[in-house]
């Protein structure tokens, strides 16, 4: 175990050109698992259960992840106590739970700990700079204290949010990444991926890239228009990506929560632990050395990309002890035409079929076009009303049924 401190740093590693591999999408694999509620998406579970966030945060090390991000999405004083929301435990509880998980499975391998903060509900309600500043610092002063080894400002719609989170955690001295929930088209004020890097650059961020909303490949795509235009500004940046582990060619500026799948019925859209190696393989070739993912990201996603970059990271991860590389592992089944699967060229080919022949290869996205500012993303403490509701179903489409 090594002790905290000794460790090399992100910026550090990146500064070397080495490969630092994320984690995955905790809030999604936990609400799988019975921890996490849809709806509100908060992460009491690290001060609730434990073990449930240990054990993960266990599977993504053993899987080759080098940072273990504390669980603290959406874990702002006003998101947990947003429309409804009742919970035991209080922010600064749960902050402090979440950074204590992180470091104890960090010193178990080679691992840092980063502490993060996203989107408030305040500034979908429009509150002011400094409102949102102070939500964004009671939340870091927890990870200060906790001696956290770096900041993320992730999952951000507005890069303007973005860049006052990048200052509030820019103050306390530690290295900052900051990812946008963005795709090619920017922010949802229309703001380019590349004046968007170029924003949050300038506001103090070490590292900057995108992080859920779309599939890997349109976030690599997008990480590259984010590199070009810091290129284009003279600015210097690292990059990284942590996208979505499902496939979003249908989606608009809003990214996947505009499906009308989303969030019960993606499992269709899952990526391949295949694909999920081609996605390493593109965004290392796009100069991209973080690289991680977000919802729908399971260990063996993340064991995937660690496995794609072997040769460059000069090691495999331990759960590759269990896994055959290109599923050289079924040369032992019992069976021989599973024995014939037993070759990269068979994975590499294959075009799954989703076994659901009356569905459709694609959706058509909400785009309902809201956005900060308007009444219906207006926030407020009490539950969503009845009549709130109504309003809402009329407006929105039944799926036409299977």
Known sequence: MA?????????????????????????????????????????????????????????????????????????????????????????????????????????????????????????????????????????????????????IAEYFEHVEEAEWAVQVLKATGKPVAATLCIGPEGDMHGVTPGECAVRLVKAGADIVGVNCHFDPMTCVKTVAMMK??????????????????????????????DLPEFPFALEPRILTRWEMQHYAREAYKAGIRYIGGCCGFEPYHIRAVAEELATERGILPEASEKHGMWGSGLEMHTKPWVRARARRDYWERLKPASGRPLCPSMSTPDGWGVTKGHAELMQQKEATTAEQLRPLFQKSRIPDAQ
Not at 73 to 99: H, M, P, V, W
Request: aromatic share 8%.
């Open 228 to 257: 070009a235009g810091v290129e284009k500004a003279g600015l210097k940046a690292h990059y990284m990506t942590q996208p979505l582990a499902y496939h979003t060619p249908d989606c608009s500026c809003q990214g996947f929560i």
């Open 3 to 151: 002790p905290v401190g000794s460790k090399r740093g992100v910026l550090e590693r990146l500064g070397a050109g080495e490969v630092v591999i994320g984690d995955g999408g905790f809030v999604f694999a936990l609400e799988k698992r019975g921890y996490v509620k849809a709806g509100p998406w908060t992460p009491e579970a690290a001060a609730e259960h434990p073990e449930a966030v240990r054990q993960l945060h266990r599977e993504f090390l053993r899987a080759g992840s080098n940072v273990m991000q504390t669980f603290t999405f959406y874990a702002s004083d006003d998101k947990l106590e947003n429309r409804g929301n009742k919970l035991t435990f209080t922010g600064q509880q749960i902050n402090e739970a979440a950074c204590d998980l992180a470091r104890e499975v960090a010193n178990e391998g080679d691992a840092l700990v980063a502490g993060g903060v996203s989107q408030t509900p305040s500034y979908l309600s429009c509150k002011s700079e400094d409102e949102v500043k102070k939500i964004f610092k009671k939340q870091i002063d927890v990870f200060i204290q906790k001696n956290v080894d770096f900041l």
